[in-house]
C-alpha cells in the first residue's frame, strides 16, 4: 500500500508585508526542501499573494508544494463585500483551505458559518483544512464533546465521497502562539479519538481522513509529535514564516518516516 504523504502547512496568518517577502520565504523554503518525496508542503499566504507566488508552486495532486487559503466565503457568487470565493480561488491552483481556525472563531465565525465553508470549499474542489480544538483541556475530559460537537457540526451534509478530501487540523486553542506544545502522548490519544468521531459519522473509511496537529510546533518539539505516526501532519504557525525553521520541521518530518 502506498502510505499517504504528510502533510505541513504553514499558515502565516497576516504577517510579511510586501510581495517580494512573500515570493523570498517561499524560494527559500523550496530550496531547502527540493529533495522531499514522502511529505507535502502547503503554503497559506495572505490572499494578496496567491496570484504571485502561484506560479512557484508544483502541478498536480502530486505536487510537492501547494497552495492554501486562510479562509474562504460561506457563498460562491454575488453581493457579499470584502469576501472571496472558494470558486475564485481556484483560479490560482488554490488546494487548501483553512476554515474555522480559533482565531476566526474568536472573531464571531460561528460553527453553521464554518460548515457552509467547509461545503462551499468541497464544490469548489478545494480540502478545507478544518480547525477543531478546545479552550481548555479540563480534567474532566469535557473537551472530548467540545471536539466531537466542532466536528459534528461542522461536517453536517458533508457527501461520504468527498470527506476523504477534507483535513482536519487539531489544534488546542491553550497551545497556539504558546511556548510549549501538547505533550505527543495527549496529541495521539486526540487524533486517535478525532479519527473516532469520524468514523462514528461516515463510516469506518473514514479513519483515513488526515488528521494534523496545530500550537506551537517547531524543530525541537516536531520529531516528538510525529514520529509515532499517528498524524497525518503539522499546521505551523509562527514558525512558517522562517525558512530556516519552516525547512527544518519539514526536513524531520520527510526522515522520520
Ligand atoms: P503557532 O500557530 O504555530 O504559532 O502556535 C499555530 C496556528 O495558529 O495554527
Redo the contacts with the bound molecule.
Keep these: 500500500m502506498i502510505k499517504k504523504k504528510k502533510i505541513i502547512v504553514g ?1 502565516w496568518k497576516m504577517n510579511v508585508d510586501i510581495l517580494p517577502e512573500a515570493k523570498k520565504l517561499v524560494s527559500g523554503v523550496k530550496k531547502k526542501t527540493s529533495k522531499i518525496r514522502k511529505t507535502e508542503v502547503v503554503f497559506c499566504p495572505p490572499f494578496v499573494y496567491l496570484q504571485g507566488i502561484a506560479g512557484m508552486m508544483g502541478r498536480g495532486s502530486t505536487a510537492k508544494w501547494k497552495l492554501g487559503v486562510q479562509n474562504v466565503s460561506t457563498e460562491d457568487v454575488g453581493s457579499y463585500t470584502g469576501e472571496v470565493s472558494a470558486r475564485q480561488l481556484k483560479q490560482f491552483n488554490t488546494a487548501y483551505a483553512i476554515i474555522g ?1 480559533s ?1 476566526r472563531r474568536k472573531m464571531g465565525e460561528t460553527d453553521e458559518q464554518i460548515n457552509k465553508k467547509v461545503l462551499a470549499t468541497l464544490r469548489a474542489k478545494i480540502s478545507p483544512i478544518l480547525c477543531v480544538g478546545e479552550q481548555v483541556h479540563d480534567e474532566d475530559g469535557a473537551y472530548l464533546e467540545v471536539v466531537k460537537g466542532q466536528l459534528t457540526k461542522a461536517l453536517k451534509g458533508v457527501a461520504k465521497n468527498d470527506i476523504l478530501d477534507c483535513v482536519v487540523a487539531y ?1 488546542p486553542v491553550w ?4 511556548t510549549v506544545a501538547m505533550n505527543s502522548h495527549d496529541i495521539h490519544e486526540m487524533t486517535l479519538y478525532i479519527k473516532k468521531c469520524l468514523r462514528d459519522i461516515f463510516g469506518s473509511f473514514a479513519g483515513s481522513v488526515a488528521v494534523l496537529y ?4 517547531n524543530p525541537t518539539n516536531i520529531e516528538d509529535i510525529v514520529r509515532d505516526g499517528c498524524v497525518d501532519g503539522v ?5 512558517s514564516l522562517d525558512v530556516v525553521n519552516f525547512s527544518e520541521i519539514v526536513r524531520i518530518v520527510e526522515e522520520i518516516k
Excluded at 235 to 239: E, H, K, M, T, Y
Aim: charged residues 25%; proline residues 0%; aromatic residues 0%.
Design positions: 499558515n481556525h482565531e489544534e497551545a497556539i502562539g504558546a496545530g500550537g506551537a510546533v499546521l505551523v504557525g509562527r514558525d
